[in-house]
């Protein structure tokens, strides 16, 4: 650890100086190219232009007096521009192909893969996210095929987003590049973050960067809200479903100089009382929200000197699920009448500040923290719980000849008491008491990205130590590479290990919810796992660009060297937990198509393999909740007016597995595996200039698994579950929504 500090320390130079290019790329008419791509040949160092095709880049290898810049966009020449002592070049690209005429107008795709990243990264950007109701992260994943949002609890509707298709826990779920989903906030943290306040999502497989963590396994997702220079003065939206479930939203930003600010408003207000399968349940939970968002940027991080960002943000929220005739008031933890209820207050707040010395050296320091105080009734099992979360991460940044070095310190700190109690024990269960966990996580990292063979080979190596108070020295090495083997086809691998601690009930509700009794057989060990993954991206067009997209297909396998996860099939009526040392697969194939014709009509197609399972002995044991085969498709018409735009999209699941429930009664019994199923999803947009409607269907032809508890009769008896969901249990859900914009 000391040699690990030294090093460190001997990679801190520095120098001062200033100094930033700026300019648009257009085309040969002189309609603003968006998206294209400006970057400094040899480096790291690129950025995309924004929506009026504009961009700033910094100065890069100072040492050098010649440089080169380049220009590219999908469909024209790229362009190689000479730098000696401009400080402004605007481009112009030319088509790829010689027309007579030509229409063009600037569109952001709404899915977009960088040629330039090492990683294979998904970026959703807005215009993706408007194409389905979004009124949280959870419903932000309709019209892709990587991310999953699986059901945890039917009761409360709490959700996680799975990769891989494995437990939403293994994948990094980050807000601002900052760990704010975890603990206790992973349950309902996805849920609380409006759509409206997000910017971009980037989604990756796999072991991917040291520089965030150690925690990711399956993957990350990286939610980035709103840039206050970069978004609508003012946005108001509203939406409302067919169980009268109403979203308000409101956003306003700013710019003085290099000050910019958002303030958001968000609120939830709870549907009526539905129960469409006559089990005497409410179909979806009575929902209410409050929350408050307020975001503070200064200069540019790609710029020279001094950027920061400073966000605040503050949700409380209740949920309220159960039998239709419940009463918290009066019912809330009797045995008369089954209920749940859940409040929570998460105060939180974050930073990332930096100093860029020159376009060789930059130091920046980010940190977040959030407390989430719970109280929550789950039947008769009471669970009350606060966390205190506190993350650091000072980097310091390399950039010399081919190579990029990243290298710093991080600290993370965790502290979860959780309050379990029984207020009509008449089941016999043992798992009440107190539950407290204390973590200290001081870490050291390093990154090197190098490029050979004129950038046409990327390669990045990296490695993380940390300490943990309880179970001593972790290291987590990881290594990607990427091969430009042609201009349009690239070759992605990556390797690495991931490993995270658990917080049992907060990442595992349904252990609450059930009457299962918990036994947990020994202590519980950090999970652990190497992820192997390869990918290729081959994208097309034509010279006229009347018909461009990608291809994409790509293999993971996550080997688990330690994994903890409940037993529910040994034992009907308990929940055992222990450490799993044994052989755990999970094998996963994607294919993906997107094209876009005549730059209105938008087209993709996805196709997911997983086998998931685990050894018992000789016998392969596949794990419950994942269809081996997994399909979706979506289309968009936008006409070049962009007057209006229809979305719509499929989704077809193949058959689960399901918990083992031979050994309950006949009558509690649940068949081994689910149905086949699909969903089909559409929604129109209209556009008055600054006003939009838009109205939507969910689920158009009402499939749902009907009455999906297990005995659901007697709520009190040892066989009562609602970890059986496969399937939709709301059926056919119809909205409208309006949003209002002011420009910039």
């Known amino acids: 650890m000391k040699k690990l500090l030294f090093i460190v320390g001997l990679l801190l130079p520095f120098a001062v100086c200033a100094q930033t290019i700026t300019g648009t790329v257009t085309d040969q008419y002189g309609e603003s190219l968006i998206g294209a791509n400006v970057y400094w040949t040899g480096t790291a160092i690129g950025v995309i232009t924004d929506d009026r095709g504009a961009y700033t880049i910094p100065v890069t290898n100072v040492a050098d007096a010649y440089r080169k810049l380049v220009f590219s966009y999908v469909g024209h020449q790229p362009d190689t521009v000479l730098i000696t002592d401009q400080r402004s070049v605007n481009v112009r690209l030319a088509l790829s192909g010689a027309l007579e005429e030509v229409i063009v107008k600037g569109k952001l795709d709404g899915v977009m893969i960088s040629d330039i990243n090492p990683i294979k990264t998904e970026q959703l950007t807005g215009a993706e996210l408007k194409k389905a109701a979004c009124c949280d992260l959870a419903g932000c994943f309709e019209t892709q095929s990587t991310v999953q949002a699986q059901t945890t609890n039917v009761i409360t509707h709490s959700k996680e987003l799975r990769i891989l298709g494995l437990s939403g826990v293994y994948n990094q779920v980050l807000v601002d590049g900052l760990p704010m989903i975890q603990g206790l906030s992973y349950t309902y943290g996805i849920s609380s973050l409006p759509g409206t306040l997000v910017g971009n999502i980037f989604i990756s497989k796999g072991a991917n960067s040291v520089l965030q963590g150690y925690e990711s396994i399956s993957g990350q997702i990286n939610v980035l809200t709103l840039d206050p220079a970069n978004t609508d003065r003012l946005l108001l939206n509203g939406y409302i479903n067919n169980f009268e479930e109403k979203h308000i939203n409101a956003n306003y930003a700013f710019t003085k100089g290099k000050w910019s600010n958002l303030t958001s408003l968000h609120t939830v207000q709870p549907a009526r009382k539905v129960d469409r399968d006559g089990d005497e349940f409410m179909d979806l939970p009575l929902l209410t929200r409050y929350m408050f968002f307020n975001k503070w940027k200064y200069g540019n991080a790609q710029e020279w000197g001094w950027n920061s960002e400073v966000g605040i943000r503050y949700v409380n929220e209740q949920r309220i699920g159960g039998q239709l005739s419940f009463v918290p008031e009066t019912d809330q933890g009797s045995n008369a009448v089954y209920g749940q209820t859940?409040?929570?207050?998460?105060?939180?707040?974050?930073?990332k500040t930096?100093?860029?010395?020159?376009?060789?050296?930059?130091i920046s320091l980010m940190a977040s923290g959030f407390y989430h105080d719970q109280r929550s009734y789950f039947g008769t099992v009471q669970y009350d719980a606060d966390q205190t979360n506190f993350y650091a991460n000072l980097q310091y940044e390399l950039n010399y000849a081919n190579h990029s070095l990243k290298t710093g310190l991080s600290y993370r700190h965790l502290n979860l008491k959780e309050d379990i109690r029984f207020s009509d024990n008449i089941l016999n269960r043992n798992y009440d008491g107190v539950y407290q966990r204390k973590e200290h996580v001081p870490g050291i990292f390093a990154?090197?990205?190098?490029?050979?063979l004129d950038d046409k080979v990327t390669w990045i190596v990296g490695v993380r130590g940390d300490q943990h108070n309880q179970f001593g020295f972790q290291a987590a090495p990881r290594t990607l590479i990427k091969y430009d083997i042609r201009p349009k086809t690239i070759l992605r691998a990556n390797v690495g290990l991931g490993w995270r601690t658990v917080n049992l009930f907060s990442e595992n509700i349904n252990l609450l919810v059930s009457s299962r009794d918990v036994l947990i057989t020994e202590q519980l060990e950090p999970e652990k796992a190497i992820n192997y993954g390869i990918n290729l991206t081959q994208k097309f067009n034509t010279p006229d660009d009347n018909l461009s997209?990608?291809?994409?297909?790509?293999?993971?396998?996550?080997?688990?060297?330690?994994?903890?996860?409940?037993?529910?099939?040994?034992?009907?009526?308990?929940?055992?937990?222990?450490?799993?040392?044994?052989?755990?697969?999970?094998?996963g194939f994607q294919a993906e198509l997107f094209v876009r014709v005549w730059q209105r009509f938008y087209l993709k197609s996805g196709y997911n393999f997983l086998d998931v399972y685990r050894m018992k002995g000789d016998i392969k044991e596949t794990l419950p909740f994942n269809a081996r085969h997994r399909m979706m498709g979506s289309f968009s018409y936008q006409p070049v007016t962009n007057r209006f735009h229809i979305d719509m999209n499929m989704h077809w699941m193949g058959e689960q597995r399901l918990p083992n429930t031979q050994s309950n009664p006949v009558e509690f019994q649940r068949p081994d595996f689910s149905d086949a199923f699909t969903i089909f999803n559409t929604q129109f947009t209209y556009n008055f200039k600054q006003f939009e409607v838009y109205a939507g269907c969910e689920n158009i032809f009402n499939f749902r698994q009907n009455r999906p508890i297990i005995s659901w009769e007697d709520p009190f008896s040892p066989y009562f579950d609602t970890s059986s969901v496969w399937g939709p249990t709301r059926g056919r859900e119809t909205y409208i929504g309006f949003r209002y914009r002011l420009g910039e």
Do not use: L
């Open 342 to 351: 859940v409040n929570f207050d998460q105060p939180e707040f974050w930073t």
């Open 354 to 362: 930096g100093y860029r010395f020159d376009d060789i050296h930059g």
């Open 447 to 452: 990154e090197n990205t190098m490029r050979f």
């Open 549 to 587: 997209g990608y291809f994409s297909a790509d293999f993971y396998r996550t080997d688990f060297q330690n994994q903890i996860f409940p037993d529910y099939d040994s034992d009907p009526t308990q929940a055992i937990i222990q450490n799993f040392e044994g052989t755990s697969i999970s094998n």
